[in-house]
């Protein structure tokens, strides 16, 4: 087997590695709420505050509380549930900017796959909050939208913090993702845009209230 070969081969351990200590370490956190946004909050910030508090609240319910495990928002969602009954989990990244992680996790694990992440953020979920942020955390917004929308997981609360930071790309998806009929109501009714923490915790507990089960687990 070539050099090239060889490293392909150990990537795919490295792959199953990352999954399987995933799933061991997480399999024990009952539900859980995955939550996004910005490394570049600011401590301080409005929004920065309400992750906080959402983590407060959610982890006061028993809640586990999954971030990024970075800092700005994931660091004010870990503070937040810290020190509350529900576990501050961290699913931390390496990054070329080597983006520290924060002080507030109970479990913290580490990836070197955004894939494998992206997994254990859903597997376990039973909502996703999604405050402001960049590229990656719209990527984990539609990713969460597409595997609702297509049934790869069971339907949870897709909860997004802030209503002016939102409303103008929920605006274009009506005007123009609806207008052009590339998404229909039905799933941009899978959107819930509220304005505090206390909302999207309302949220989330009524739908926690409802199940039985965790419906965030992969069907497939």
Request: glycine residues 10%; charged residues 20%.
């Amino acid at each position: 087997m070539d050099e090239r070969k060889m490293s392909e081969a150990w990537r795919m351990f490295r792959i199953q590695s990352e999954l399987v200590d995933g799933i061991e370490k997480l399999a024990k956190l009952g539900q859980a709420v995955s939550i996004y946004g910005s490394a570049r909050t600011k401590e301080g910030s409005f929004y920065y505050q309400q992750a906080q508090e959402l983590g407060r609240l959610l982890a006061s319910n028993n809640l586990a509380v999954i971030s990024g495990g970075g800092p700005g928002i994931m660091e004010a969602v870990n503070r937040g549930a810290y020190p509350e009954a529900g576990a501050s989990v961290g699913l931390n990244i390496s990054l070329a900017d080597d983006e520290p992680n924060n002080l507030y996790q109970d479990l913290s694990l580490s990836f070197r796959y955004f894939f494998v992440r992206k997994f254990m953020f859903v597997k376990y979920a039973v909502g996703f909050v999604i405050f402001p942020g960049g590229f990656g955390t719209l990527d984990e917004l539609f990713e969460a939208l597409t595997l609702v929308q297509t049934e790869k997981v069971g339907a949870f609360p897709i909860v997004l913090v802030g209503e002016e930071y939102w409303g103008g790309l929920y605006g274009w998806m009506q005007q123009t993702m609806q207008w052009e009929g590339c998404v229909d109501k039905k799933d941009l009714e899978l959107l819930q845009i509220v304005g505090s923490a206390e909302q999207a915790t309302k949220i989330i507990l009524d739908h926690t209230a409802s199940i039985k089960a965790i419906p965030g687990s992969p069907v497939v």
